[in-house]
């Protein structure tokens, strides 16, 4: 796929939630940002096992847990583009700070080890 075409898709898909820096690098970059469409279509294959909502839902969660901002802001645009309710956002949500909770908690093992 041509970066133009992608690039005019990725605007089309995400409108004003797609970050700001996607831009920058489409136009700064055309092969950093050919890669990083490589990327995608490794993560998020044609025909691949997850469906459209369950991607949606990892990668939100996935850029929360990470602190990914823009990802963030443009998974919540995208699932409610595609339909997910809020339910199903926060749920996203709530996952990923299970997660990063159980990080802290391992994160804390030298501690209780000195505890003992």
């Not at 700001?20 to 092969?31: A, C, L, N, S, T």
């Not at 409610?80 to 990923?96: C, P």
């Not at 990080?103 to 030298?110: D, G, H, P, R, T």
């Amino acid at each position: 796929m041509e970066l133009e075409k992608a690039f005019a898709m990725m605007q089309q898909n995400l409108g004003p939630a797609l970050p700001p820096v996607m831009e920058k690098i489409y136009r700064q970059d055309p092969g950093l940002f050919a890669n990083h469409l490589m990327g995608k279509q490794f993560a998020k294959p044609e025909g691949g096992a997850l469906d459209e909502r369950t991607r949606v839902l990892v990668h939100l969660a996935a850029a929360v847990a990470l602190g990914a901002e823009g990802c963030a802001r443009a998974m919540a645009h995208r699932g409610r583009a595609i339909g997910l309710d809020k339910k199903a956002l926060l749920e996203a949500v709530y996952i990923a700070r299970f997660a990063a909770a159980g990080k802290v908690l391992e994160n804390a093992e030298i501690v209780f080890d000195e505890l003992e």
